[in-house]
């Protein structure tokens, strides 16, 4: 296996750890939220071509257009603060509670991350 499968597979291994550091930083940015893995790693079928996908739950209807500006603010934050490593492979879904139900009825499996 090359060097760079295995790097990521060690990545992958870690997505706990990881969710956990994202969870600590999207509840000190935004509060009360929920947080799932979701996706290939929640269900036990990662490839090389994984990512750790994680859904932000945020309370209300808060939302709209800041998506992406809570992306880079909770994954500086986790890196910053929490040390996540620059280059993990996650991906961060951020919805309202409506949105995420929808997210949670399609996905296979989910897997809270508790504060």
Same mark, same amino acid.
Do not use: C, Q
């Given at each position: ?15 706990? %750890? ?5 969870? #600590?930083?999207? +509840?000190?940015?935004?509060? @009360?939220?929920?947080?799932? $893995?979701? /996706? ?20 209300? %209807? ?5 998506? #992406?500006?809570? +992306?880079?603010?909770?994954? @500086?934050?986790?890196?910053? $603060?929490? /040390? ?27 897997? #809270?991350?508790?504060?």
């Amino acid at each position: 296996m090359s060097s760079w499968v295995s790097y990521h597979f060690e990545h992958l291994r870690r997505w706990r %750890e990881y969710a956990e550091k994202i969870a #600590k930083a999207a +509840r000190e940015i935004l509060g @009360e939220v929920d947080v799932y $893995v979701i /996706g290939g790693v929640a269900e036990n079928r990662t490839t090389i071509y994984s990512d750790i996908d994680i859904l932000i739950v945020v309370k209300g %209807e808060r939302l709209r257009d800041e998506r #992406k500006k809570l +992306r880079i603010k909770i994954l @500086e934050r986790a890196i910053d $603060v929490h /040390g996540l490593p620059w280059d993990a492979p996650v991906e961060l879904h951020i919805a309202n509670e409506k949105r995420a139900e929808e997210y949670l009825r399609l996905a296979k499996e989910a897997i #809270k991350i508790n504060p």
